[in-house]
């Protein structure tokens, strides 16, 4: 995505944007298995029955839905944080390679465009 060297940092853009695509992709995937899991719980109930091993799933799998579930929620934060991330990332240096550049294609009118001082 990047290199260094002795004329600076340089940053494929397009890379990061690549990336933040395949992150989407892979939230989208993980909402969907999450799911098809919660929906299987959901069907299937109990399957080990009323002996003690079925009492003893039944009694827990409360809790442990709720720890499978909490987990597939932090892992699509963290994956929709990456996503965004990366987006906003190519946004900025995409826009540093053509700051003038404009949703039109068209530079921006003379007025808007900022002065460097004597200074500078």
């Known amino acids: 995505m990047g290199s260094g060297g002795s004329g ?3 940053v494929a853009w397009q890379g990061l944007r ?4 395949r992150a989407g992709d892979d939230v989208d995937f ?3 298995q999450r799911d098809i899991l919660m929906r299987t719980f959901e069907a299937e109930g109990n399957p080990l029955g009323k002996d003690q091993y079925g009492v ?3 009694r827990n799998l409360p809790k442990v839905k709720q720890q499978v579930f909490d987990a597939f929620d932090v892992y699509i ?5 990456l996503r965004d991330g990366l987006s906003g990332n190519a946004r900025y240096y995409e826009e ?3 700051p003038w550049s404009s949703p039109g294609g068209e530079a921006p009118p003379a007025y808007e465009t900022p002065r460097l001082s004597e200074d500078w």
């Not at 934060?77 to 944080?81: A, G, I, L, S």
């Open 18 to 21: 690549k990336r933040s695509a």
């Open 56 to 58: 003893e799933l039944e």
């Open 8 to 10: 600076g940092y340089q």
């Open 96 to 98: 540093a390679e053509d």
């Open 30 to 32: 993980l909402v969907e």
């Open 77 to 81: 934060d963290e994956m929709e944080y």
